[in-house]
């Protein structure tokens, strides 16, 4: 099992900004794993916000619409993501999840949830309007 740390959750007013940060154990950075961020707010589904390889590569969803970045500091085994003009709909329980199989972390699969088997616990984000 990796270990995975989410920080850096709160609450802001409509369009401000956090950065979340995943502590890993750097597993991932060893086998050519992959990292993302996913979350879920109330009554909904856990959707995909971004994930991010080995190398770099990078994939958003949709609804993230150039708002985010996901970015990783490999010495620090910490994942990132930066996020600015926040808005409500925002709202939700962000968390971390890592995939040690290289196999499975092609830039389709990235942002499905099934294709990772750790995560973290979560950092709770709060947007008010």
């Known amino acids: 099992q990796v270990e995975l740390v989410e920080s850096g959750g709160g609450s802001v007013q409509t369009g401000g900004s956090l950065r979340l940060s995943c502590l890993t154990d750097g597993r991932t950075y060893v086998t050519g794993g992959c990292l993302a961020w996913f979350r879920q707010a109330p009554g909904k589904e856990r959707e995909g916000v971004a994930g991010i390889s080995l190398y770099g590569g990078t994939r958003y969803g949709d609804f993230v619409q150039d708002r985010f970045t996901i970015s990783q500091n490999k010495s620090k085994k910490t994942m990132y993501l930066e996020m600015r003009d926040l808005q409500p709909e925002d709202t939700a329980m962000y968390y971390c999840?890592?995939?040690?199989?290289?196999?499975?972390?092609?830039?389709?699969?990235?942002?499905?949830?099934?294709?990772?088997?750790?995560w973290g616990q979560g950092t709770q984000v709060t947007v008010s309007s």
């Open positions: 999840a890592a995939q040690l199989n290289s196999n499975r972390c092609d830039w389709l699969r990235r942002l499905r949830e099934a294709t990772y088997d750790n």
